[in-house]
């Protein structure tokens, strides 16, 4: 089983940046992907970015140039660094932890972009 705590949501004005963690624990192997999704309301899920354990990136088209995804492999923490937040960014983001065909959530984090 593996555990994940979230930390950094808020409610941010449109221009404006905020930073997501996201920290792993439990029965974590060497081969893994942490990622963020995100959830509007009367929407799906959808990816926001994730990382592999080879350092391998991926980001939604929507967040390219303003979003940045990074790990911590040490601390087996994942970061969001989300710049030039805009309103449809608003949704609650989710931790996810992919490895051995196992995928774990975390418990959701709530952004707002507004003025």
């Known amino acids: 089983q593996v555990q994940l705590v979230e930390s950094g949501g808020g409610l941010v004005q449109p221009g404006g940046s905020l930073r997501l963690s996201c920290a792993a624990s439990g029965s974590i192997y060497s081969m893994n992907i942490m990622g963020w999704y995100r959830q509007a309301p009367g929407k799906e899920r959808e990816l926001v970015a994730h990382?592999?354990?080879?350092?391998?990136?991926n980001y939604a088209d929507s967040v390219k140039g303003r979003f940045t995804a990074s790990r911590d492999y040490a601390k087996n923490t994942v970061y969001l660094q989300m710049n030039s937040l805009k309103p449809e960014d608003t949704a609650v983001y989710y931790c996810?932890?992919?490895?051995?065909?196992?995928?774990?959530w975390g418990q959701g984090t709530q952004v707002t972009v507004s003025s």
């Open positions: 996810n932890f992919l490895q051995r065909g196992a995928n774990y």
């Open positions: 990382i592999t354990s080879g350092g391998a990136l």
